[in-house]
């Protein structure tokens, strides 16, 4: 099994195992798309870009408060939430919710998602 097929794996795991996530990616810092679980109608590019810039400002306004390095990045929206979280190696986390998602649990189900994203890359 290929890289990309173990991570979109993962993410698909990600997914069946909270039903609060309705969707979910692996993004380069760099705004590269590197495997994906979104619904056909989301452009995987602009979901990219974007969370990369949100990334980048969210980096540089933790460092100017002085409240160290970014450790994630939460959107809430009146239709649910984007959460991003470092998956290391200069990748991120991003999932989507409902706006009733309980964030502890999804905090909880991102971070070991990302322990097994650490071990295919």
């Known amino acids: 099994m290929s890289r990309v097929q173990q991570l979109n794996k993962i993410l698909r795991a990600l997914q069946s195992g909270s ?3 309705e969707a979910s990616a692996l993004i380069s810092e760099d705004g590269l798309m590197i495997a994906s679980a979104l619904p056909a109608h989301i452009e995987e590019g602009r979901v990219a870009g ?3 810039t949100l990334l980048s400002l969210g980096t540089r306004a933790s460092l100017e408060l002085e409240r160290g ?5 939460l959107v809430r929206g009146t239709e649910g939430y984007v959460v991003m979280l470092s998956a290391g190696q200069g990748t991120l986390l991003m999932v989507l919710t409902n706006s009733v998602a309980k ?7 991102m ?11």
């Open 19 to 21: 039903p609060d996530v």
């Open 50 to 52: 974007m969370s990369a």
């Open 69 to 73: 390095d970014v450790r994630e990045v």
């Open 103 to 109: 964030l502890g649990l999804i905090f909880l189900d």
């Open 111 to 121: 971070r070991r998602a990302v322990d097994d994203i650490k071990s295919v890359l």
